[in-house]
């Protein structure tokens, strides 16, 4: 299988390791462990070194950090947001008592007045960004998302939706989660039969298949995943779905009129630099009535991703705060006519992600290896953390050109689509 | 009665006009208003001069601007935002086929291709700004809200609310729209039996007694109209109301802890400078799990407002847009929760106010004089033009605190308050 991700996740180089250093605790690196946490806010864990003995013990907390060797902790004293991921990927860092609350209690510490998580951030994104440009944004879409569908097909639902659901209730299944985000983006759109539908970022085009399927709409979805597209499209074909068409190609080249402009999970990879081109796209495109809704993971205030993620995971990617996103819409002159966060359906997405992720890891294993599985692990773990916490948000916007009065007088229809709902 | 506005409208100097002047139509008169309509956009209408001949001849349109002088048409050249405001209240324009389609069709115009709104809307605003410190808002708000409660009696609902209602229905009545509007409000905010509220700029006091009679909220109102909150006082002493306090004082002087922060109107007048200051007022106010809202006019493109709704109706206003007013919640951590666009309602509103204000002209002409009645007329259809046309924006945005999981996972309890919404 491809596993271009294994490799960058865990560099060799970054993780060999000498037994002899390892060998013997010292006061100074007891002194550099309690150094560390003071300096992350103290947050209400336990940590070891790699002779196990606890050197902050929290009487009162079930989370654990175990340090496995010096290398990682000057690492961690370095750069602890990248090296951290790195580490823990490795194998050189073992997190008792579960990761995703540890993380949680780890981040909220964070959040403490002094700490200057920003600063954090900063300094770890030391490194070269990727630029979304044409061949730029390519490259860094091919890194997360061309690493194997059957990969994702192990944890996702069966519609290989990768943005977060909506649970109508906090109970429902993931895919019933998944059936319910698409249709309140259906009905926020107030998506009608015949209507000609531009999604830009289509993953595996679960939404464009829907979208034709059940409200009988004409897609046009682009994305530039080459692995994506051939899934949609021997998908759409198998299933015998007429009205969709896939085409490998980035949004900045999109043409044509459409009366509904989506985007759902792609504008986190597109980048502040060219929002306003994307909201120029939108405005070449758009029918005077229309409507649009972007989709999107964002922050309360504007700070990069944390370093492991931007570099391990997500290259190239940025979360924008509201006031961010608002360059795609104010200069082209759209209204904002509705903002949902979403923050907490993510976090019980995620959660669903993982316990699906954690009951396929011998095949996650196989395909990649046991490094990979760990690096997921902690993605996937981390994302829940950030949603919970509030270090992540998700928003949904819905736009229209400005004085389009084809627009409801209420939300009625967002919650019981059989209810009449005046026009103006 | 109180007439201060009287005099600011329609300053005698401004309109003092020879009548010989005006006796006969020049080619250049004619030239001078053509160029004038050229420069707005050529909008759909009928233009005459004061000899009453058509020079511009839409043959389709109901709508026809008389200017009734030579020194109402150069003042309309030299700066259109402001003085067909202040010519239109002295009775030197007049308009035929209906003030507010009228106006709809200018404000369209002016949106084309090629026609530079916010060119004519700096123009406008040569004058000096009224600035928003602590004594510069007393005198602003003074301005607006201290000309007469027994005139805004007159054509406001029975609780005198003058901001947006919430029309569930087209149809309702504005009473019912009001009820609605804070109905609306309290079920976002969550609000609850003993909750403590405070209430940024309470007019006169509507949504403060509504919230405690209503939810059992306990309620300090907050305004620097000195007449609005003797209103508010009185009346709640009148009806009885316990749980609700009016102090006449500045949000800036807000003190104190509340589980509520609410704020319909207000921001209008706060200026973008002092957003930051707002933030840090409800930071320091709101409790942990707290929810809060903010309801304002806004826009979708940063514009001054017009040159003569700032002079002579709100001085020291300004309507943010989306991306300004996060700069209340941005810097001071707050989450975006909802963000909703009510413009439709705002001119449904407006339109209820006009019919109301129509039926009391000769009262209002009583108290002031026939100056002021085209003066608040022209006010009053100039809104429901802006909202209607989608120049002007209503936003009511709901925040919290960041990771405050005390929040719904939907937004069925806005629609159905009796329908169980599960919490995180």
């Not at 951030?121 to 440009?133: D, P, T």
């Not at 989660?177 to 830009?200: H, P, S, T, Y």
């Not at 903002?339 to 196989?366: D, I, S």
């Amino acid at each position: 299988m491809k596993s271009s991700i294994l490799y960058e996740v865990c560099p060799t180089t970054v993780f060999s390791d000498d037994a002899k250093t390892a060998s013997k605790v010292l006061d100074i690196d007891r002194w550099l462990l309690r150094t560390l946490l003071l300096g992350i806010g103290s947050p209400k864990i336990g940590a070891a070194l790699w002779d196990g003995e606890n050197i902050v013990s929290e009487s009162d907390t079930p989370y654990r950090m175990v340090i496995r060797n010096r290398a990682s902790l000057l690492r961690l004293i370095v750069n602890p947001l990248l090296y951290f991921g790195d580490d823990y990927s490795a194998g050189n860092i073992e997190i008792e008592g579960g990761l995703v609350p540890f993380l949680e209690t780890v981040y909220r510490a964070l959040e403490r007045p002094g700490v200057v998580r920003s600063r954090y951030k900063r300094v770890s994104n030391w490194y070269r960004r990727e630029l979304n440009s044409l061949t730029g944004s390519r490259k860094n879409i091919h890194h997360h998302y061309d690493i194997g569908n059957d990969f994702y097909r192990l944890w996702l639902d069966e519609e290989m939706l990768y943005t977060c659901a909506y649970f109508t209730e906090p109970g429902i299944s993931l895919e019933a989660a998944q059936d319910a985000k698409m249709d309140l983006i259906c009905r926020k759109l107030q998506l009608k039969g015949g209507e000609r539908v531009v999604e830009a970022g289509c993953g595996w085009g679960g939404l464009a298949r829907y979208m034709a399927k059940r409200y009988g709409a004409r897609v046009r979805a682009f994305n530039i995943s080459g692995e994506q597209v051939a899934y949609a499209r021997q998908r759409a074909k198998s299933e015998g779905i007429v009205g969709v068409e896939y085409l490998e190609d980035d949004y900045r080249n999109i043409s044509g009129e459409c009366d509904v402009f989506v985007s759902v999970g792609m504008l986190e990879h597109v980048g502040t630099n060219n929002y306003r081109t994307l909201g120029e796209v939108i405005n070449r495109t758009l029918s005077k009535s229309g409507l649009g809704l972007i989709h999107s993971i964002g922050q309360d205030v504007a700070e990069p991703m944390s370093a492991w993620a931007e570099k391990r995971i997500f290259p190239g990617s940025y979360l924008p705060t509201v006031r961010e996103m608002m360059e795609i819409f104010e200069p082209s002159g759209f209204s904002v006519l509705d903002l949902e966060n979403l923050r907490p359906h993510y976090a019980r997405t995620l959660e669903h992600w993982l316990a699906r992720f954690e009951a396929n890891t011998a095949e996650v294993a196989q395909m990649f290896d046991e490094n990979f599985v760990r690096a997921w692990r902690l993605y996937l773990s981390s994302s829940i953390a950030n949603f919970s916490t509030g270090s992540l948000q998700l928003y949904q916007v819905l736009f229209s050109r400005r004085g389009n009065n084809q627009i409801p007088w209420t939300r009625n229809h967002l919650i019981d689509p059989g209810k009449d709902n005046g026009k103006l």
